[in-house]
């Protein structure tokens, strides 16, 4: 199989039952060129591998540290954010 027929996942959502009738699986994928003022997915845009930082979700193990060694993620306000203009990636 070439690249053509592969796309980048970058979500998986399991029994979703908005939008329509029925019970649905939905797999978003990278790479979207609509640019819909209204997106709900933003981090779908740009077709290449990016950083994901879940603040909420922070338990302090500082693995994206170890993981990007740019020094993309920082702390403000007691926050671990991610400054994207450091990312290469």
Same mark, same amino acid.
């Given at each position: 199989? !070439?690249?053509? !027929?592969?796309? &980048?996942?970058? +979500?998986?959502?399991?029994?979703?039952?908005?939008?329509?009738? @029925?019970?649905? =699986? =939905?797999?978003? &994928?990278? @790479? %979207?060129? &609509?640019?819909?003022?209204? %997106? /709900? !997915?933003?981090?779908?845009?740009?077709?290449?591998?990016?950083? $994901?930082?879940?603040?909420? /979700? #922070?338990?302090?193990?500082?693995? #994206?540290?170890?993981? #990007?060694? $740019? @020094? =993309? *993620?920082?702390?403000? +306000? @007691?926050?671990?954010?991610?400054? *994207?203009?450091? #990312? =290469?990636?």
């Amino acid at each position: 199989m !070439n690249a053509a !027929n592969q796309g &980048l996942i970058f +979500n998986i959502q399991r029994f979703l039952i908005h939008d329509g009738s @029925g019970i649905r =699986t =939905t797999v978003f &994928l990278k @790479g %979207c060129s &609509l640019q819909c003022f209204w %997106c /709900h !997915n933003p981090e779908g845009i740009r077709p290449k591998i990016e950083i $994901q930082l879940h603040p909420e /979700h #922070c338990i302090d193990c500082d693995e #994206c540290v170890r993981l #990007c060694p $740019q @020094g =993309t *993620r920082i702390v403000q +306000n @007691g926050v671990r954010v991610l400054d *994207r203009a450091l #990312c =290469t990636v």
